[in-house]
């Protein structure tokens, strides 16, 4: 694969040693709470990794571990309907129509079209419904569409060597399946997701349309549960703040990537944490401490 010298001098850029910055502008302090609570999840025996990326200047407000590629859970999806929304812009046939889904295509948790009776649905409504809510049937149908080594490939072609969707979803990981549905680097995602708002994703009318998407999603309850919208109407400007974000969970992971914006500027920004997933005091702690996160990232963006 070819790689142009812009994808060339950004990825330079993030294998560049980087020291973690914690102050705003002028040098007051900034991200401080966020990140006493984050370090103490790493204290506790949790990985940690966060990046935050001021959409105004360019610059990294915050980057712990923000290179360590790490499980991200459902996070991954997202290079799923980058896959799908270049198709449809580039009017390829994988990227219309109307999917079945099939037995082979059925998997729980997440979503609800396996609780709805329609037995099939246009490309566009599945990717939303990935958007909104995740949604696992729908990821499935559509990896079986487009391809999971064309999403990849994607991926790829993004510049992304530390962040990739690896499987589709499945209810059980046996030995012979990837170990996990997605991994990411919380440096690329925050730049993944800065790169969208720029309408640099393959191009503006591609970045657009998996924002649009994604503008959808219902799962407040990480980072973004600090910034008090309506997760089910968000997608316009609520007191001055507009979030799109994508999360992830699974069993020890906890993983949220988005941008932020509000009256004074926006950020793009990814959390991930993997901790003991079997004890309900150590979930709770982590969401404590993502929330106390996004209650800094609300801060900075007034």
């Known amino acids: 694969m070819v ?3 812009r994808d060339h001098e950004r990825r330079e ?8 910055r914690h102050r705003g502008v002028g040098g007051a302090e900034s991200f401080s709470g966020g990140f006493t609570a984050l370090a103490q999840l790493a204290y506790s025996g949790a990985t940690v990794s966060a990046s935050v990326i001021d959409l105004r200047s360019g610059v990294t407000l915050v980057s712990i571990d923000d290179r360590v590629a790490m499980p991200t859970a459902s996070v991954g999806k997202i290079l799923l309907l980058i896959e799908v929304a270049a198709r449809i812009t580039a009017r390829d046939a994988a990227g219309f129509g109307i999917l079945d889904k099939t037995p082979g295509d059925a998997v729980g948790d997440s979503g609800i079209w396996q609780r709805l009776q329609a037995p099939a649905l246009p490309v566009t409504d599945l990717a939303l419904l990935v958007g909104a809510t995740s949604d696992n049937l729908a990821t499935n149908v559509l990896l079986r569409q487009v391809g999971l ?3 990849r490939a994607r991926g790829e072609s993004l510049g992304l060597s530390r962040t990739a969707l690896l499987d589709l979803v499945r209810d059980h ?12 680097s919380a440096a690329e995602l925050s730049w993944l997701f800065s790169a969208l708002a720029r309408g640099q994703v ?21 980072v973004s549960s600090a910034f008090g919208l309506d997760p089910l109407s968000h997608r316009t400007p609520d007191s001055g703040l507009q979030l799109i974000n994508k999360t992830g ?18 950020v793009a920004y990814a959390v991930t944490v993997q901790f003991g997933g079997a004890d309900l005091a150590a979930r709770l702690r982590v969401l404590e401490a993502m929330r106390t996160f996004g209650f800094d990232l609300l801060e900075y963006v007034f």
């Open 3 to 5: 790689v142009g010298t």
């Open 149 to 151: 080594d064309s999403v």
């Open 202 to 222: 393959v191009d503006a009318v591609t970045s657009k349309r998996v924002l649009g998407w994604l503008s959808h999603n219902a799962d407040l309850s990480m």
């Open 13 to 20: 850029r993030l294998r560049a040693p980087r020291v973690g």
């Open 173 to 184: 990981r046996g030995p012979d399946d990837a170990p996990q549905l997605s991994i990411g």
């Open 249 to 266: 969970t699974d069993v020890g992971v906890r993983s949220e990537a988005g941008l932020l914006s509000g009256s004074r500027t926006g």
